[in-house]
């Protein structure tokens, strides 16, 4: 399949009719009939079947419809690229974060870069870390912000910060807190866990088996805002790293520290053989120090 033919392919698959594919590249219904068709006997597979006016996908077509749903997106950021180029704009940067740091730390960041490049283009997506190598290889982004680096993959990173973890809680809930809590003060409350399998559950967990800490939890939030939510519900209390902390915690909440503190690296990850480029490494400047002052 040649590009035009994926185009339409692509458009027909999303939109379901002819005439609504054809409005959506201000093109003519006759013009994508054909292409479709040939596009067919070209690869020798039937991707569309006619059922009351409507053009239902094949199995065949779903299957091509990942791949070719990534080439769409490459080549909508290659004119992207040709359009920056054309009107003197200096690039795109495709950064993903963790949802926590994409509630204030990314934005800050982002805000405070393009006020001294306003030639640069941003394409921001959030990830949680099992996604992260994935998003790399296939280019979907170009540096993750994580808190843990993969192993056994061909990545490479550079620390950018140091996060740590806070206890969020309903002010009533632990009147008078101390500047810093042992997670032996959390007995008797009930708890909102994080996902056990990610970096602050694993920190989290070995921590609670070392001090030989039992505690009363009643929901695992894969998401820390998502746990910070249920704290402000009322549902119990959470451990959360200090950046969801500083942006989604709403009036009747507040966070303490650990003690003995736990902390943690942010890191900036990217493929080996795609290091970060200078202006890349501009952006990473500016977001460390956005990092430091939180």
Do not use: W
Not at 145 to 171: D, K, T
Request: hydrophobic content about 45%; aromatic content about 6%; some cysteine.
């Amino acid at each position: 399949m040649n590009l035009r033919q994926i185009e339409i392919f692509h458009a027909v698959f999303l939109h379901g009719t002819v005439s609504a594919a054809a409005r959506s590249l201000n093109v003519s219904q006759p013009s994508v009939t054909k292409v479709l068709r040939h596009a067919e006997r070209s690869i020798g597979l039937t991707l569309f079947e006619r059922s009351k006016g409507r053009l239902i996908p094949t199995q065949d077509a779903h299957t091509l419809f990942a791949e070719v749903s990534d080439i769409q997106d490459r080549v909508r950021s290659l004119r992207q690229a040709c359009q920056n180029l054309r009107h003197g704009r200096g690039g795109l940067l495709r950064i993903s974060a963790l949802p926590s740091l994409g509630l204030g730390a990314i934005p800050e960041a982002v805000a405070r870069f393009m006020g001294d490049h306003a030639d640069i283009m941003f394409d921001l997506q959030t990830l949680h870390h099992d996604e992260m190598v994935r998003k790399l290889y296939e280019h979907e982004t170009d540096i993750a912000i994580s808190f843990e680096v993969p192993l056994s993959a061909p990545v490479a990173h550079q620390v950018i910060g140091e996060g740590e973890l806070v206890v969020i809680y309903r002010e009533g809930d632990m009147p008078g807190a101390p500047p810093r809590l042992h997670l032996d003060e959390l007995r008797g409350h009930k708890f909102i866990s994080p996902v056990q399998g990610g970096p602050i559950g694993r920190m989290l967990s070995s921590e609670l088996s070392r001090l030989e800490v039992e505690l009363d939890e009643v929901v695992s939030a894969r998401t820390y805002y998502v746990a910070a939510a249920l704290v402000g519900a009322g549902v119990g209390m959470a451990i959360v790293d200090n950046f969801t902390a500083h942006a989604a915690l709403p009036p009747g909440l507040s966070s303490r520290p650990l003690q003995p503190a736990i902390t943690f690296d942010i890191n900036a990850v990217y493929l080996q053989n795609r290091p970060p480029s200078r202006t890349a490494s501009a952006f990473l400047a500016v977001l460390a120090t956005v990092i430091e002052g939180l």
